[in-house]
């Protein structure tokens, strides 16, 4: 997953690393945000993020879709 680093995705099991990757597919196609940018880091950092709360799958995708909208379509502001 770009902008993740590799230790990082190490220390996640299979099934962390398939969710993340799930979420971080679903809001890239559903946002049309390019993979390759700033904006795509900043997703993944976004995302690492919010997983380091307790959250399922459900939970980090609704607060990665609702960040999303509230920053009017950009993850670049929040890094």
Do not use: N
Request: a negative charge; aromatic letters at 12%; hydrophobic letters at 45%.
């Amino acid at each position: 997953m770009r902008g993740i680093p590799d230790e990082m995705l190490a220390a996640l099991s299979k099934a962390e690393v398939a969710m993340l990757w799930r979420v971080f597919e679903t809001v890239c196609i559903e946002y049309d945000i390019p993979r390759e940018g700033e904006q795509i880091q900043h997703l993944a950092r976004f995302l690492m993020h919010e997983f380091r709360r307790p959250l399922d799958e459900e939970a980090l995708l609704a607060a990665a879709e609702t960040f999303y909208r509230h920053h009017g379509g950009e993850f670049a502001k929040w890094a």
